[in-house]
């Protein structure tokens, strides 16, 4: 009855086992050849011995004759059955206590494997081995998990156990030649295990160029030079769009036929959440992404925005706190990346400050709220901005950790599509000065087409050197020569065309190279002209059809195919 139930411990031939501090090898005395069991055979015996008359095959520390749990946990224990309970039996309480701790959400994993090698140091008598307090408790807590299921409370949650601390030495190091881990998006934008924040400005764009990107990585398609190994799952948590815009929007989004197809069941997304990425948050978080990709984990999580979601912890501290920071990257969104899968990449969507053009320039990624502590911790950073507010280009500033330095990207929407623009194009110096050259050549060229157009209809036509020499210095045009050069820049665009002569209204051939200055649409005169048949005023005018057009690439006169058709050269951009 010492144990409880009809059982004794089966000792083997040639163990060593410890009784009343003596060592004692284990052999075999007497051979009874009857009574040699098989161990398969024993192994169903026993299972199916019932257990002794009122005696409970329970955990017996609510037996009346024992101590209360809170006694075990202060009561120190001797080896050798001195005491009142033997050490296992103190053990197998205390690690009990813990593990339903852990379970239930009040204490971490951390938390109960300190306090069960506290109980072992504390009150065991010498004490258990670490490697045995912890292959008990891993014992204990699938027994437990077994009974009473998964964790519900906490995602850190799991069998108390000690957390080892990776050290290589330098030869380890420079000795290892296994390949590196694959990119989730490559160059070394997102790793496996890497944090990758996205932040700008409201309204810059950030939830259109996500969902693309997004998009395009879960059908495994590159996008803006960003290329997935293969199709991506994808499981995009935010808390900006409700339902139904949600769906317009992604509608809306000229995305090519094939990756919509591509994506249509990698890409996960939800309507706009009403809660934080606490504890209950977390665990619905993980249900719903165990519920959108039961076969295999995500490859990427992404968080949009940070805003909405932020847990500062129990100070409640906001999104610039450092200190608040920390505990949400930390404790929210490592444990539950770790929850998912380790290897999961993640996305956070964060907002930025406002400031100077200067201070972007210099450092755009001070500009992130919570600044000091988010650029610690990430694994990439990506900033988008708009560098001119008049213009409707957007720049990519990219920060990598893991990787070597990525040039920013300047990158537009192209008939509903996000293009890279190639950096060449962009004016790297005095920008604003250049910016207001570029609008005074636009004004000039408006002004000198609108002159010809006018002129034209009051019956007048021009050669470059006479309008040039007629013009000068009138609408800020500047001298003949520079009139000159820009009806010849306007010619090479196709903008200008020529007439060699217009002898129905007095105008004869010219001894210029080329001909009397036409451009699209003009028309010779105000006298109307009349459809014969109805009466109908058509227009006002003659129509003046162009004979020639100057070659993009010799620069020499060359006649028109058609003169009814203004065509542009293809490789000449304005």
Known sequence: MHFRSAHQPIRVAGSVYYKNNLKTQVRIVELNADRERDLAEFIEAVTDMPPAPGVSLQPAFTHPDKPVL??????????????????????????????????????????????????????????????????????????????????????????????????????????????????????????????????????????????????????????????????????????????????????????????????????????????????????????????????????????????????????????????????????RVEVLRDHIDPDCGVILIHHTKKLSKHQVKEDPFLALSGASALRGFYTSGLI?????????????????????????????????????????????????????????????????????????????LYTATQFAEAFENQHDLGGRYSIRERLSVLATKGLIKFRRSFTEHGYAGTQSHFGYLVIRDMRFGRDPVIDTDTGEVLAEGVAVLPTHYKCPHSGRAREVENPSVWVYPEDVHD
């Open 70 to 331: 809170d006694e075990v946990l202060v009561t120190p224990v001797r080896e050798g059955a001195q005491d009142d309970w033997s050490r296992f039996e103190g053990v197998s309480a205390a690690i009990g206590h813990f593990i339903r701790m852990v379970h239930e959400g009040r204490m971490t994993k951390d938390e109960g494997w300190i306090g069960i090698c506290g109980y072992n140091a504390a009150m065991l008598r010498p004490q258990w081995p670490v490697e045995r307090l912890k292959r008990e408790s891993e014992r204990l807590w699938e027994r437990h998990v077994e009974k009473y299921g998964p964790p519900l409370i906490r995602l850190d949650s799991g069998a108390p156990g000690p957390v080892e601390m990776p050290a290589f030495t330098l030869g380890v190091l420079l000795d290892d030649q296994s390949p590196m881990p694959e990119d989730i998006i490559a160059p070394r934008v997102l790793t496996p295990g890497g944090l990758l924040v996205l932040g700008g400005a409201p309204k810059v764009g950030k939830s259109d160029l996500l969902i693309s990107w997004l998009v395009h990585m879960a059908a495994g398609v590159p996008f803006l030079g960003f290329t997935p190994p293969r199709p991506l799952r994808i499981f995009y948590l935010q808390a900006e769009i409700q339902y139904h815009y949600l769906r317009e929007r992604l509608k809306q989004i000229a995305l090519p036929p094939d990756v919509l197809a591509a994506a249509r069941d990698t890409f996960v997304a939800t309507p706009k959440l009403k809660m934080l990425l606490d504890n209950e948050g977390s665990v619905r978080v993980a249900r719903a992404i165990r519920t959108a990709f039961p076969d295999a984990p995500p490859d990427i999580l992404c968080v949009d925005p940070i805003r909405n979601l932020f847990d500062g912890g129990p100070d409640g501290g906001g999104e610039n706190d450092n200190t608040a920071m920390m505990f949400f990257l930390k404790e």
């Open 384 to 460: 988008l901005h708009r560098p001119d507010e008049d213009a409707s280009e957007r720049k990519l500033e990219i920060e990598l950790r893991n990787g070597p330095a990525l040039p920013s990207k300047l990158i537009d929407k192209v008939r509903g599509q996000w293009v890279e623009i190639n950096p060449m194009n962009e004016r790297l110096v005095r920008q604003d000065i250049g910016a207001r050259h570029d609008a005074e050549r636009d004004r000039k060229n408006q002004v000198v087409l609108g002159m010809i157009f006018d002129e034209a209809a009051e019956g007048r």
